[in-house]
Structures are given as structure tokens and as C-alpha cells.
């Protein structure tokens, strides 16, 4: 999949998925359905009051996204064996590091949002179950429907999403081999100043003057 197309998609995947009622309340399937209208009125507010500026799609994702992801996780799933290795101090600013990057490249691609559609498949899990899998479609008149799939897990703050596959691609492992050769590379520190570096050219490129 086109990487721009494959953030689009992801961001879409983060921002509808943020959370309408408490998440003990609904099941995950229930929770995500619940949520699209919510946060498709916010951007077309955001869209008409401020023109979807970048602040206010990062302010969106920070107070309605970031609080339904489990990045520890994430970060941990993308780092694979070498987290064990990372010292706490390490871990911090890995998951650190890694959230910031997600958070700003889902803040780019959510201003690229206009009128996707979600639909949420009826959920298959065992009863009592503390992870599932969430399967839905993202729907686009003139394009081939993309499969989207949440992997999530029943925490005692809720319902936590930890990864997402779309079209067969898998958000986590998409960053793994690129992790590991840099800790080839660098070390642990070596990630750390990567994936900061990154974030720091990100944002200077975000605050620069258009035109």
C-alpha cells in the first residue's frame, strides 16, 4: 500500500476510534461503532472553524486518541526482543519517542480526512475474553474497500487498542525490521536518538512558513 494512503488509513483508524462513552461500558466492537460520529462532526468543526489547521488535528488526537492506545505496548511490540535489553530509562524514551512520532504522523494524515466510511463487524471472541481482535472495513467511493483490524486488550482502564493491521499490514511490524538494524547499528541509544531525531525534523518542517 501507497505509505501516504497507508497513514491516511491509520490515522482514520486512530481518530475514529476514540473513546465516546467509558470504556468498561461497551463492548470493544460496540465502543469503536459508538465513536465514528463523534469524532467526524469534531474534524468537520475543526475543518470549519480553523480549516483543519495542524494544531487542532494534534489537540484532537492528543485528548480523544491518545488515551484509547496503549503505546507502551506498541512501542515494546515494535522494539521486540530488544526491549529487554533497554534500561527503564531506556524503555521511557523509546515509548516516548515512538508515541510522538505515531502522534504526529497520524496529525499530518487526519487533516487529509473527508469522507471515509468504517463499518465494525459483529465481534467473535470467547466469552470473558481479554483480548480480541476488532474487524472493520474503510469504505471510499471510487477506491476498493481496506480491511482494518484492532488488536486490543482489556486493561483495568479499559479497553486498550495495541495494534492495527490494515490491509494485511500490521502497524507494529512495520517498524520492526527498521528498529532492529538501528539497534544494530547504534544500540538502544542509537533508536532513542534516531526516532528523536526524527521527531525534532518533523516538527521544524510542521513549523515552517508555507509557501
Do not use: C
Not at 480523544?64 to 521486540?80: C, G, H, I, N
Not at 521511557?92 to 487526519?110: D, G, I
Not at 517498524?175 to 534516531?194: C, H, N, P, Q, T
Amino acid at each position: 500500500m501507497h505509505k501516504t494512503k497507508m497513514n491516511l488509513v491509520l490515522s482514520l483508524a486512530l481518530g475514529l476510534a476514540a473513546p465516546l462513552l467509558p470504556a468498561l461500558e461497551l463492548e470493544p466492537n460496540a465502543m469503536l461503532q459508538a465513536t465514528t460520529l463523534e469524532v467526524i462532526t469534531a474534524m468537520k468543526q475543526e475543518r470549519g472553524q480553523h480549516g483543519g489547521e495542524q494544531k487542532q488535528i494534534a489537540s484532537l488526537i492528543e485528548t480523544k486518541v491518545v488515551p484509547l492506545f496503549d503505546f507502551s505496548r506498541m512501542t515494546r511490540l515494535a522494539v521486540a526482543r530488544n526491549w529487554r535489553t533497554a534500561t527503564p530509562a531506556q524503555q521511557a524514551a523509546l515509548t516516548a519517542a515512538f508515541k510522538a512520532l505515531l502522534v504526529r504522523t497520524y496529525s499530518s494524515a487526519l487533516s487529509s480526512y473527508r469522507d471515509q466510511v468504517i463499518e465494525f463487524r459483529s465481534l467473535r471472541s470467547a466469552p470473558g475474553a481479554t483480548e480480541v481482535t476488532v474487524k472493520s472495513v474503510v469504505k471510499q467511493s471510487g477506491t476498493e474497500p481496506i480491511a482494518m483490524d484492532y488488536d486490543m486488550e482489556k486493561t483495568p482502564a479499559g479497553w486498550k487498542v495495541y495494534d492495527i493491521t490494515v490491509a494485511g499490514i500490521s502497524l507494529v511490524t512495520s517498524y520492526r525490521d527498521s528498529f532492529s538494524e538501528m539497534v544494530r547499528d547504534g544500540g538502544v541509544d542509537g533508536l532513542i536518538k534516531a526516532l528523536e531525531e526524527k521527531n525534532r525534523q518533523d516538527e521544524s518542517r510542521s513549523a515552517a512558513p508555507k509557501g
